[in-house]
C-alpha cells in the first residue's frame, strides 16, 4: 500500500520522524503509528537513545538513529518515581545529541523531504529541539483522552486542595472531574512525599506543553470510547486533536516492538484450554508489587479454582530484582491449572477465544488491548493513568472491576476473580467489553472514525 500512495507522490517518499519515549507502553504505539504512516507512503526515521535500545533488524521499513544519552548503564530502575526522574533526565541527556544527530540528517541530501517530528507527549525538549531546527512537531500521548484532560487539570487539582492527596480524602469524588476520586489523581497515592508531587508536577506540565505547542495531538484512543472526554479536550486545546486508536489494530501486522522476549509457548497452551475459562493475569512492564502482595495475589488466584496465565516478569516483585518466586505449595495447588511465563505475547492472548478475564495493572495498552478483545478486566492499579483507567473501566465502560484500596487479601482477590469469571455480573461485565470490541473494529473500518482521524492526520502532516 505504502508503494502505492509513493507512485501516487511521484514516488518521493515524504520523511515523518519518529522519537519514542524508551519504555514498553510507549514503544508498542509509536512503533504502530509508525507503520501506519509507513502504509500510507511516509519514510520513517526512528531517534532512539541507548537505554532500553531497540532493535533496527527486526523493523527494516524504518531507518533507525541512535541517540548516545549518555546515561550510566546498570543503576537499575526500580519504582516508579526513578521511571520519572528516568524521563526528565533522558530529555536532558538527549538534547545536545539529538540535536547534533537531526542537524546531520537535516543536511544529508537524499535523506528525503523532512515533514515532521512525532515524539512522545513526554519529550518537551526533543520537540523544541526539532522546532528551532524548523522541523514541524507533533505529539503523541500513548494514554487516554480522560487522562490527557487529568494532566491538564493538575495544576487546578493543587489549587483547590485536592493534591497533594490526603489519605483522609482518597474516596471523596472531584465534582470538576467526573468520574474520578481523589485516589485517581495521577499520584502516587500518599508516599509520594513533596519530592513525587513536584515531580509528577512537572512531567504532567511538560507532557501539556509538549501537546500546546505542537501543530497536533495523537491519541491512541477512539470516538466510541471516549466520545465526551475527546470533545472536551477539543475545546481545551488549541491544536487538532488525532483520535487513531486503538493503534495495535490498525496496523496488526506490524514486526513485535517488545523489549524482553516474548514466550510464545503459551499460546499452545491456551489452545488446549476451553473457550473463555482462563484468567489471564500481568501487571505491565514498570508497576511492582510487594513479596506479601504477590503471596496474596497468588493464592486469591488459586483458590478462585480457574485456570490461569500469569505474566511474572523479573522485577516484578520489590526488591527481588531477577527472580520472581511463588509461594511453596503454589505449584501442587495448581498443578495442571496454570501456566507461568516471564514475559507474553500480549496482544495475542487477550486476543485468544481460551482467556475469559485480566487481572491487570490498568496500563493504557494493556485496558485498550482488553477491551479490543472484549476480554472483561478485574484492575489492580498502582500509579500514575492506572488508577483513572480502572475508575473508567468499572464506572464508564462497566466491562470489569477494581481492586482498590491498600493491602490485598487473598479472599476478597478470590471472590472478584470468581466475580469476573462466573455468574451474571461477570457475564455482564464481558457483553459489554464485546460491544466496546464491536465499535472499535467499526471505527477502524474504510469510513470509521478511526480511520477517517488517520486521513485527516496524513493530510495535516502533508500540509506542514
Ligand atoms: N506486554 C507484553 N507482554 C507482557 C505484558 C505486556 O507484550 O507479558 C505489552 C502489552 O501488550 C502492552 C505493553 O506491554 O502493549 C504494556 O503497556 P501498558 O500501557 O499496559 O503498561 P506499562 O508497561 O506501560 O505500565
Request: net charge negative.
Amino acid at each position: 500500500e505504502g508503494e502505492r500512495y509513493a507512485a501516487a507522490t511521484g514516488g518521493v517518499r515524504r520523511r515523518v520522524l519518529v522519537f519514542p519515549l524508551p519504555f514498553q507502553g510507549h514503544i508498542n504505539p509509536m512503533f504502530h503509528l509508525a507503520g501506519v504512516l509507513h502504509a500510507r507512503g511516509f519514510a520513517v526515521t526512528v531517534f532512539h537513545p541507548d537505554f532500553n535500545a531497540l532493535d533496527p533488524s527486526r523493523h527494516p521499513s524504518f531507518d533507525f538513529v541512535p541517540v548516545h544519552d549518555g546515561i550510566p548503564r546498570g543503576d537499575g530502575d526500580d519504582g516508579v518515581l526513578a521511571s520519572v526522574a528516568r524521563i526528565l533526565e533522558l530529555n536532558r541527556s538527549c538534547e545536545a545529541p539529538f540535536r547534533e544527530r537531526l542537524a546531520a540528517l537535516l543536511a544529508t541530501p537524499g535523506c528525503g523531504d523532512v515533514a515532521c517530528l512525532v515524539a512522545d507527549a513526554h519529550l518537551l525538549t526533543m520537540m523544541d529541539v526539532a522546532r528551532r531546527l524548523g522541523v514541524p512537531t507533533l505529539a503523541l500521548r500513548t494514554g487516554s483522552a480522560a487522562s490527557f484532560r487529568l494532566f491538564a487539570a493538575f495544576p487546578m487539582l493543587c489549587d483547590k486542595g485536592y493534591l497533594p492527596a490526603r489519605e483522609s480524602k482518597l474516596d471523596s469524588l472531584v465534582p470538576e472531574l467526573p468520574p474520578y476520586r481523589v485516589r485517581e489523581l495521577m499520584t502516587f497515592g500518599t508516599g509520594g512525599g513533596d519530592h513525587g508531587h513536584n515531580l509528577i508536577g512537572e512531567i504532567l506540565s511538560r507532557a501539556v506543553a509538549a501537546a500546546r505547542t505542537s501543530s497536533g495531538l495523537i491519541l491512541n484512543t477512539f470516538n466510541a470510547l471516549e466520545t465526551s472526554e475527546l470533545a472536551a479536550l477539543r475545546l481545551d486545546i488549541d491544536v487538532p486533536v488525532f483520535d487513531v486508536g486503538p493503534l495495535h489494530k490498525v496496523s496488526p501486522a506490524a514486526p513485535s516492538s517488545s523489549l524482553l522476549q516474548q514466550d510464545r509457548g503459551c499460546l499452545e497452551w491456551l489452545d488446549a484450554q476451553a473457550p473463555a475459562s482462563v484468567l489471564y493475569v500481568s501487571f505491565g512492564s514498570i508497576a511492582s508489587m510487594s513479596a506479601a502482595e504477590l503471596v496474596d495475589m497468588a493464592w486469591g488466584i488459586a483458590n478462585s479454582g480457574h485456570p490461569f496465565l500469569w505474566v511474572l516478569r523479573p522485577g516484578l516483585v520489590r526488591g527481588a530484582p531477577t527472580q520472581t518466586t511463588l509461594p511453596d505449595g503454589f505449584d501442587d495447588a495448581t498443578r495442571g491449572r496454570g501456566a507461568v511465563v516471564s514475559w507474553a505475547p500480549q496482544d495475542e492472548v487477550l486476543a485468544h477465544c481460551a482467556v475469559g478475564g485480566f487481572l491487570t495493572h490498568s496500563g493504557w495498552n494493556s485496558t485498550l488491548e482488553s477491551l479490543c478483545a472484549g476480554v472483561p478486566m478485574l484492575c489492580r492499579p498502582c500509579f500514575g493513568d492506572q488508577p483513572g483507567n480502572a475508575r473508567y473501566v468499572e464506572h464508564v465502560w462497566r466491562a470489569g472491576l477494581v481492586l482498590d484500596g491498600g493491602e490485598l487479601e487473598r479472599g476478597m482477590v478470590e471472590t472478584a476473580i470468581r466475580r469476573l469469571m462466573e455468574g451474571d455480573d461477570g457475564a455482564e461485565m464481558r457483553r459489554r467489553a464485546g460491544e466496546l470490541k464491536s465499535r472499535a473494529a467499526e471505527g477502524i473500518t474504510k469510513a470509521g472514525s478511526s480511520c477517517l482521524s488517520i486521513d485527516k492526520l496524513v493530510n495535516h502532516i502533508m500540509s506542514l
